[in-house]
């Protein structure tokens, strides 16, 4: 097949693409900037020129395509709702494209906040009015007329990027204090970025129309064991804080800090036949180098 996917470029986009080429498939790479356009072209995409809010470019993708993966969003929590409302018409610009057609449309969504203090399954729905999800699952899903499927997320690592935990990374380097809330039992869920790079190529090639597919290798991965890998890792102190003293510890990021967000991918495993392989979140957290200015790059 060939495969348009935005978000190329990305943590997760280049995975991805080298999964697909590797497994024979032509790709076509939305990249916005020259840099992003010869990361792709190094591993055999060809390239689209675009953006996400450049609405004819996804389109025209699209038109060129057999298949779309939609990976891109902007990842400035100040502005979320601005760009979950981005991220929205993207996927209605793309899905007018794809109407009619059995042309496979995956969307990418979260696992978090589908089912607050429960293991997230993959029938549950997001509850209405819940703040957190970006708005792609219900975008995708409510489309007529579309070949269209949903990749919920939980926080893929390798040891260099870990979803929302690179930012809790961040956080200790700058108070100096690696901090979780209350007793730290609140479960995060997590998969490896060479697994979730797989679960897209399978989800692409056989999966269904309406299904909801969880990248998940780990269901739940403790709040507190992750506070005391990234104190290992900074060789700082690791504490406890109340939600208030969180709020002034993590700033945006409390309001995810103290959530339990585990998650299951029994179905998603029965369907797809994918067994996640790949090193456990604490496994990566303990191979980082957390030199300054250097958090995020590959041990050695």
């Known amino acids: 097949m060939r ?20 497994a024979g498939h032509q790709v076509l790479g939305m990249a916005r900037s020259d840099e992003g356009a010869k990361s792709l072209k190094a591993i055999g995409a060809d390239i689209h020129r675009g953006s996400l809010e450049d609405l004819e470019s996804l389109k025209d993708g699209a038109a060129a395509a057999d298949a779309v993966i939609h990976l891109a969003f ?8 601005e760009n979950c409302e981005k991220d929205r018409r993207a996927i209605e610009a793309l899905g007018s494209v794809l ?31 819940f703040p957190f ?20 997320l939980p926080q893929v690592h390798n040891t260099v990027k870990q979803g929302l935990v690179t930012y809790l990374v961040a956080a200790a380097r700058e108070k100096g204090l690696s901090a979780y809330v209350g ?18 190529r399978l989800a692409i090639e056989n999966g269904e129309p309406g299904a909801k597919y969880h990248a998940v290798g ?10 005391e890998a990234i104190g290992r890792g900074l060789k700082v102190p690791v504490k406890s804080l109340s939600p208030d003293e969180a709020q002034d510890h993590f700033g945006w990021l409390a309001a995810f800090a103290g959530l339990d967000m585990p998650a299951s991918s029994a ?34």
């Open 3 to 22: 495969i348009f996917i935005t978000g190329a470029t990305g943590f997760i986009g280049i995975a991805t693409v080298k999964e697909l080429i590797a």
């Open 99 to 129: 109407g009619g057609s059995k042309r496979p449309f995956l969307v990418t969504a979260g696992t978090g906040g589908v089912a607050p203090g429960q293991v997230a399954t993959e029938d549950m729905d997001v509850p209405p009015g």
């Open 183 to 200: 007793e730290g039992g609140n479960r995060w869920a997590a998969g490896h970025v060479s697994d979730t790079a797989r679960l897209y």
């Open 74 to 81: 902007i990842h400035d929590f100040s502005k979320f709702q």
């Open 267 to 300: 179905r998603t495993q029965e369907q797809l036949r994918w067994h996640p392989t790949g090193p456990g979140l604490i496994a990566d957290l303990e191979q980082m180098r957390y030199v300054e200015g250097e958090t995020f790059r590959h041990a050695k």
């Open 218 to 227: 780990e269901e739940g991965v403790t709040m507190r064991d992750i506070a």
């Open 133 to 152: 999800p970006r708005v792609s699952e219900r975008a995708a899903l409510a489309l007529k007329g579309v070949n269209a499927s949903v990749m919920r």
